[in-house]
């Protein structure tokens, strides 16, 4: 049994790495039509994605009406497809076809004013659009840090690492030899790269409200923010269906720079929330955001019944 997994997950790699290479010459408007016949099925088909979809979207949007949340789960799905068949694309592309797809790009002088005042830059990245695209870009125009976590499938590790740092950005674990380097590249005025909406492990973050509700939230931040003086921004990919991609920075919810960790972290969520308002569909709302509340209430049955997934 044992050796039939790695045989499994080599295929699994072996499978991806080859439709990525080959969806990376085509057009991304094809790509687009493709997740438009694609994601409708996997709404109906892929129960555990269009149920956490749908949880999460009555969470967030109670007051839309369960039509309208339908819709908006299986828009969110469309993108969600979207952006695995970009990857390739992404990853693979000529660097010229990818970085002409980058059709706008707002509030670059958030990044630009920070590192002419001698101060490093922490962008938040959540699950938005193509976040890929977002690395290309980060990478291709500053020095560029990330925190990289192996893919599950230990074959596609080589594929992910290549494709993230083939423009120059340097990927370090997700650890405190990671945390080291992301503190040593702030200190150079770099900038570095933090996925805000990932619930980290136990004792590696606070309860925050997320659209008015607790969510687990990493404290990374504000001791990152602490000791370097950097500045922070929210950065998306947002795609244009069949078209390319717009860069947007936002500024940075003043929370953040808290030396609370409960209030930075309400500043995190709220800066995640401002970037899902660009446009709802395209945020990654199959994640389940919400789920160290319950395990902390499993562990507390004092705290009642609640329930969300």
Known sequence: M????????????????????????????SLWRLSRLIGPLVYRLSRRERDVTEINLAQVYPDQSAAARRCLARDSLTHSTATMLELGFAWMADPNRVETSIVEVHGRELLDDARAQGRGVIVL???????????????????????????????????????????????????????????????????????????????????????????YTATLLPKLVARTDARVVTGVARRIPGRGFAIHFLA??????????????????????????????????????????????????????????
């Open 252 to 309: 940075a919810d003043e929370q953040v720079y808290s030396p609370d960790e409960e209030q930075s972290a309400t500043g995190v969520n709220a800066c995640v929330e401002d970037a899902i308002a660009l446009d709802p569909a395209q945020y990654q709302w199959e994640y389940k955001r919400y789920r160290k509340v319950i395990e902390e209430q499993e562990g507390h049955p004092d705290h009642g019944s609640f329930r969300l997934y």
């Open 125 to 215: 990245a959540p699950h938005f659009g193509n976040w890929e695209v977002l690395n290309f870009w980060l990478s291709s125009h500053f020095p560029f840090t990330a925190m990289y976590e192996p893919p599950k499938v230990e074959g596609l590790d080589p594929v992910t690492r290549e494709g993230r740092e083939r423009m120059g950005a340097k990927l370090v674990p997700t650890n405190p030899r990671g945390v080291a380097a992301l503190l040593k590249a702030l200190k150079r005025c770099e900038a570095i790269g933090i996925l805000p909406d990932q619930e980290p492990n136990w004792g590696s973050g606070v309860f925050a409200p997320f659209y008015g509700r607790l969510a």
């Open 2 to 29: 044992s050796a039939s997994r790695p045989r499994s997950s080599a295929i699994q790699a072996r499978l991806a790495t080859t439709l990525w290479r080959t969806l990376a010459g085509r057009r991304l408007a």
